[in-house]
């Protein structure tokens, strides 16, 4: 699998799956952006990665900043060729206890951040005649978990937003795909354990056997370099027949 100079953007780049996706990327012969809110992660990260490849400061929920984000992609590399949409927050509550502001923070990162930036990257896509999206979903896209709510409704969203684009693009030249992972031992999963723990009245451990792994097929979390590698996949797929689609990479947990 080969991207041979294909400038990608990855939102949320500097750690965790957005790094672990650049990093394939930049192995894979594309030009890679690192998108983050943290600027000096990202300009660390570009430096590992080497003199091809940028960080860029963007705060995905503000318009002004996506586009002055993907304008700097722009004018540095002359265009973009695969946007993905990756930064994310998380919390854990119970309905009735989030706070409005919370619900909208997290609406607004995960499926929010997916519009601005599709928004941003479609016109230079459609006036190169090729472009390929990739949203970061989850298993979450498919099911729902308790204590989730703002979460896993803007992972439900990311679907509709994907095959809506990949309506949209198609005779464009351009393919939208949800990728969608099980429990990747990240910081943002391993601070859910305790949380989930106290709130559910069962152990650490049972949290991650049970709710988390119970339904895998060998109690394996998923890692940031299988989605890494899922992702390169989908990005150097040569034609539409992969467009509007949710690729599940979760050990077995969800099989459609």
Known sequence: MTLNGKICVVTGGASGIGLAIAKHFAGAGGKVALADIDIEGAEAAADELGQDHIAVEMDVTDPDAVQRGIDKVVDTFGGVDVLVSNA???????????????????????????????????????????????????????????????????KHGLLGLARTIAKEGGSKGVRTNVLCPGFVKTPLVE??????????????????????????????????????????????????????????????????
């Open 88 to 154: 994310g927050v998380q919390m854990v509550k119970r309905v009735e206890e989030f706070e409005y502001a919370e619900w909208n923070k997290i609406i607004a990162i995960h499926l929010g951040g997916a519009f601005l930036t599709s928004k941003a990257v479609l016109p230079h896509m459609y006036r190169q005649g090729s472009g390929t999206i990739l949203f970061m979903g989850s298993v979450h896209s498919l099911e729902a978990s308790a204590l989730k709510a703002p979460y896993v409704a803007a």
């Open 191 to 256: 601070k859910q354990i305790p949380e989930q723990a106290k709130d559910l009245g069962i152990s650490e451990e049972e949290v991650i056997n049970e709710v988390m792994l119970g339904e895998t097929v060998d109690k394996e979390f998923t890692t940031v370099e299988d989605v890494a590698q899922t992702a390169l996949f989908l990005a150097s797929f040569p034609t539409n027949a992969l467009t509007g689609q949710s690729i599940v990479v979760s050990h077995g947990w969800r099989m459609d």
